[in-house]
């Protein structure tokens, strides 16, 4: 979970400091949102990649070997003399990074019993969440007052502490099931993984057509300063740690699916407020606020749902997902991109709206598949 929580700093960190890093390396917004966007694209490249050519790598040692090059690559973005090696240093961070999630949440499978593995995998996700509502406010704080350089400092730093923590505390001996030609050939044979897959895609670049430049949108459109922004990501984060708690708790009597269609709904419903209240900060807060509450747990469901679908194949099933988290980030943050650079500031909200209800009717609908699965 701490792992998963220096990771999601370390990659949705620009997200909270393009006007700084715009003003420090002397590019515009969008191509510091670029950082995002590039980076999303490598990561939905190597989540899959990195997850088979490590398939048959003991996971303590992958973990620790993983979080060892974010520290590294966190520590040298802060001395980065210009744009272009900033961005070659982040790639290089994205293509380690890339099986972290999965494979952590298949570690977590193999230290809990099966009764406790859907709860323990939203648990472990909450790290992103924490990431959310700790990580981006403290980088909006840290970037507005000290500046970029000092936020990859102090990234780098926590990364060395997960580093230190997974060294003390994660159990050796663990190895996952090798992922070979058969096991892909398997999964793009499965329809309700490969819906899954698309659902995630759809719910992401839903959020990342406004995440990405979340803190530029509020400035535009309510006149939002940095503390004020700071303000509403930590709305954002406490409400997504409350909404991913509330998951681990009814998804084991719930199902993962009622509790996705749930999630996926309060995002909606959150997005639809933002788009709507456009221009009245308070309101956008709100919206952002039950956006956080859904947004938590949108993930770790598709996770629980995956592995329910490809038990023999979980671990790889679940890097697809993250590479589709990755492409949802990049098709989100790119048309966040051109609408933000075409002054099409209210446009973003309608996007992600279209996004979100697609993906809502195409859970609802994968219930029948689910069921045929089942049979």
């Known amino acids: 979970m701490i792992g998963n929580f220096v990771t999601g700093v370390g990659l949705l960190g620009p997200t909270a400091m393009l006007g700084e890093l715009s003003a420090g390396l002397g590019v515009t917004i969008r191509e510091a949102g670029l950082l995002i966007t590039f980076g999303a694209a490598m990561l939905c490249i190597c989540s899959p990649l990195m997850s088979w050519l490590t398939s048959r790598i003991e996971r303590r040692t992958m973990l620790i070997s993983v979080i060892a090059v974010v520290a ?5 973005s802060a001395f980065a003399p210009n744009y272009t090696v900033l961005l070659a240093i982040r790639l290089v961070m994205c293509i380690a990074a890339a099986p972290y999630t999965p494979q952590a949440a ?24 924490l990431a959310a509502a700790v990580g981006l406010p403290m980088v909006t704080f840290i970037a507005s007052h000290f500046g970029w350089r000092e936020v990859y400092g102090v990234v780098g730093v926590m990364s060395c502490i997960s580093f230190t923590l997974l060294v003390w505390r994660i159990p050796g001996g663990l190895f996952g099931a090798p992922v070979d030609l058969s096991t892909w050939s398997s999964l793009a044979r499965n329809r309700l993984v490969l819906l899954l897959l698309s659902i995630t895609t759809l719910q992401i670049a839903g959020q990342f057509s406004i995440f990405t430049f979340i803190v530029p949108l509020l400035e535009r459109l309510a006149g939002a300063g940095h503390n004020a922004a700071a303000t509403v990501f930590v709305i954002y984060g406490v409400c997504g740690f409350l909404g991913i708690m509330t998951a681990t ?72 997902n993250t590479s589709m988290l990755y492409v949802g980030q990049a098709i989100g943050s790119g048309i966040g991109g051109v609408l933000f650079a075409g002054g099409f500031f209210h446009a973003s909200g309608y996007v992600a709206m279209v996004f979100l209800t697609v993906a809502l009717s195409a859970i609802i609908w994968s219930r029948r598949l689910s069921r045929a699965a089942a049979v």
């Open 106 to 129: 298949g570690v977590v499978g193999m230290l809990v019993p099966p009764e406790k593995r859907a709860s323990s995998v939203a648990y472990a996700f909450l790290g992103w969440t």
């Open 249 to 320: 708790r009814i998804v084991d009597s719930w199902g993962p699916l009622r509790t996705s269609i749930l999630s996926t709904s309060l995002v909606l419903t959150g997005m639809s407020v933002w788009t709507f209240g456009a221009g009245h900060l308070v309101v956008m807060a709100c919206g952002v606020a039950i956006w956080g509450l859904g947004f938590g747990a949108i993930t770790s469901m598709q996770q629980i749902r995956l592995i329910m679908a490809a038990p023999a194949a979980g671990a790889a099933a679940v890097s697809l």
């Open 72 to 76: 590294v690559c966190n520590l040298a």
